[in-house]
Each structure stands twice: as C-alpha cells, then as structure tokens.
C-alpha cells in the first residue's frame, strides 16, 4: 500500500478548493471514514476555522480545549491536541474560530508556511502509526492551505458538478504549481473527485464530460452523489458510513477509498 515516492510515514493529503460548499469537508470526513473501515488508521486534521471537521465527527466546541490553533501558533504538543473520535482507529486535530486569527499572528515567523509540515513530521508521530491523514482545508488559498500543501504528499480536489465548477480549478492548480516550485517539489494531485453529482441533471453529466476532457485521469471515476442520508448525517455528528451505512453516499464514498487505495498500489508496483 506504500508510495515509494514519499518517505516512511503516513500518506498525507490536504483536501482543498477555495471554493466553498463543493463538499470538501463531507468528503474529508467520509473518505477518512472509509479509509478506516478498510483498517488504516487514519488522522484528520481540521484546518478550516469553521471546525465542520470536528463538528461532524462529534468533537463539540466545549471539548476542544487543544486545536490546530495551538498546534501552529502555540506549538503545543501532538498528544494534546490528538483528540479521539467514535471511530477505533480514526482520531482528530479539532479546529475551532480561534483559528481564523492564524495568519496574521504568524506573518512575522519565518517558517509560517512550514509549520504544519514541521508539526505531522515531528518523532512524536511514529507512536501513533497513522496509514493516512486528511487535512480539511479552509475554503480559500490562504497562509493555512498553503501550510497543508506544504505538508502533504498530494491533494485531493473536490468538485461540485455545477455551472462555472471548472472555473475556480485553475487558480488551485496555479497554487499547487507554484508550491510544488518552491516548498514541497513532490507534491501531486491526487485526483479530482466530482461531488452533489445528480444521474438526472444534465449540467452533472456535462460538467463531467468537461472534466474529463480537460482533466483525463486526474478525475476519478467515482462521483458521490446528491444523496440526503449525506446531508443529514453531519447534524448527528457522524460520517454518513456510520449513518446509515447502506446508503448511495456511504457506497460512494467506499469506492472512492477503494479507487484511491488502488492507486496506491498501482504506484507501489
């Protein structure tokens, strides 16, 4: 399952688009749920200073006294800021609004861009033996998105299937680009996954066919789907796999573990 073009480690991928409402944190919380299901051991770290991250897998406000917050500005330690979630096997960084103060507190450091990077790499993380970490990012290109593409391996990109979808693609590939220039030379795209898919509408089959034309095999094949049991599971602080875990949107969101894992080993062969 191993990437022979990363170091030993966790895998780790930043989930980003600056634009928001494509699905980026249900599809954080829901692959980082099936990637469990299937025995990795998985990290999600909340990056976004609205905590959807950590409300959605049950971390309420009052119990996140340690965040990504202290973890960057504060440099607090891992085993204070790892909280556990209901999943045996999957924990979190919970965030909370605190957050949002990051990127002018942290102008006047030096490593400001490096310090996520620096904070998943530090010895303390062998203990925990994480197969996988999953940054939600904030829905903007700001200091802390480009702080988890500098310390991630890859990025996972969701895309609402909606009118102007491709449109914001090309300033997040400019990003990614010049962070792959400059602070992290390995960082790929992991894929691009099309999310609030509808069978039915055909704007969702055309901005599929304009994906893959433009985009080839970065586009996965899977699509999650417009499925209410999704949308209703964050409200009982749960991935839709624990949800209801027969539904169209947890079966979604298993292929779309399945297909990333095969591409692991398609790399490792």
């Not at 994480?130 to 500098?150: E, G, K, Q």
């Not at 839709?240 to 298993?254: F, I, M, N, T």
Request: net charge negative; aromatic share 4%; charged share 20%.
């Amino acid at each position: 399952m191993s990437d022979p073009t990363r170091p030993q480690g966790p895998k780790i991928i930043a989930v980003a688009n600056q634009k928001g409402g494509v699905g980026k944190t249900t599809t954080t919380i829901n692959l980082a749920a099936a990637l469990q299901e299937t025995g990795n051991r998985v990290l999600v770290v909340d990056l976004d200073p609205q905590g959807n991250a950590s409300t959605g897998l049950g971390i309420e406000s009052q119990d996140r006294e340690f965040t990504t917050y202290d973890l960057l500005v504060e440099d607090a330690e891992l085993a204070d800021v790892i909280q556990p979630t209901e999943l045996d096997g999957m924990s979190i960084i919970p965030a909370t609004v605190d957050l949002s103060s990051a990127d002018i507190e942290l102008i006047s450091n030096e490593k400001r861009s490096f310090l996520l990077h620096d904070a998943l790499r530090q010895p303390a993380m062998d203990a925990y033996d994480w197969d996988y970490v999953l940054i939600d990012c904030p829905p903007s290109l700001n200091l802390l998105t480009v702080n988890a593409m500098i310390a991630a391996h890859s990025v996972l990109i969701p895309l609402q299937s909606e009118f102007f979808a491709l449109e914001g693609l090309s300033q997040l590939m400019l990003t990614v680009r010049e962070v792959r220039q400059t602070a992290n030379t390995k960082l790929r795209i992991e894929g691009i996954v099309l999310t609030m898919f509808d069978a039915r509408n055909n704007l969702s089959q055309q901005v599929e066919q304009d994906a893959r034309d433009n985009l080839g095999e970065l586009v996965f094949e899977t699509k999650i789907p417009r499925n209410v049991r999704v949308s209703e599971a964050p409200s009982f602080a749960q991935p839709v796999l624990q949800y209801d875990p027969s539904s169209k949107g947890a079966e979604a969101y298993r292929a779309l573990a399945k297909e990333l894992l095969n591409k692991q080993l398609t790399l490792a062969a």
